[in-house]
């Protein structure tokens, strides 16, 4: 009875990760829009699944700031005003290119290969055009580095200040052509990181995060 109970249980979960999944990826390639309130039975229609499920995947997607909740009617996507990108990349400008330029020389050698595998699967997932996929490589990537400077609120902070700007950068990077040519500086970033250049660190991270949002 109890290993019943659990297998339902994870099957629960596993389409809840499904559903979320697949909200996550509408949303960031605007399928779903800024602004609009989508009920859970109609998202359970469009997906073929119950209600349940989409408000539980929902709850996930609130936390992450993607969606915020209104009782009794269903979810609202996430509007972003282009004052508050401003505003986000600011900080994001303030804080990432002075901790890698900082943390450059203490990654060690052998960690090398491990960031250029995380730079690579941002490549791939940019040839596909797979806007979900790139965003958690994007976001793993960024992260990776900023783990160096040992201040896991550095690494909390620009994780929740990439939640809220990923929705808007990326569909306009896709449109303009420049989403794999984004994830291609991850690469040139390791082979500075390589080569001990904190200086051009600083001025590549710099550029690579205002060009994001030039494009938003």
Excluded: W
Excluded at 21 to 47: D, K, N, Q
Excluded at 74 to 99: K, Y
Excluded at 125 to 136: F, I, P, V
């Amino acid at each position: 009875m109890i290993h019943g109970r659990t297998t339902t249980l994870r099957k629960r979960e596993c389409l809840r990760e499904t559903v979320a999944h697949a909200l996550r990826a509408a949303i960031i390639s605007g399928e779903m829009e800024p602004g609009t309130v989508y009920s859970a039975p109609a998202l359970g229609g469009r997906f073929g699944v119950s209600a349940t499920p989409v408000r539980e995947a929902m709850l996930d997607l609130v936390r992450e700031g993607m969606v915020t909740s209104l009782p009794n009617r269903g979810f609202r996507v996430t509007e972003v005003s282009q004052a508050d990108l401003e505003h986000i990349t600011e900080l994001r400008l303030l804080i990432e290119p002075v901790t890698v330029r900082r943390v450059v020389p203490l990654i060690p050698r052998e960690d090398l290969p491990g960031l250029r595998a995380l730079a690579v699967r941002t490549v791939e997932t940019a040839t596909r055009g797979e806007l979900l996929d790139y965003a958690e490589a994007d976001r793993d990537f960024h992260l990776e580095l900023l783990r160096y400077a040992g201040n896991p609120r550095i690494v909390e902070t620009v994780s929740q200040l990439g939640l809220q700007t990923r929705l808007h950068a990326l569909a306009p990077l896709a449109r303009h052509g420049r989403l794999r040519a984004s994830a291609e500086e991850h690469l040139t970033l390791v082979d500075l990181v390589r080569q001990r250049d904190q200086q051009g660190v600083f001025a590549l991270m710099d550029r690579h995060i205002a060009r994001q949002h030039d494009h938003c």
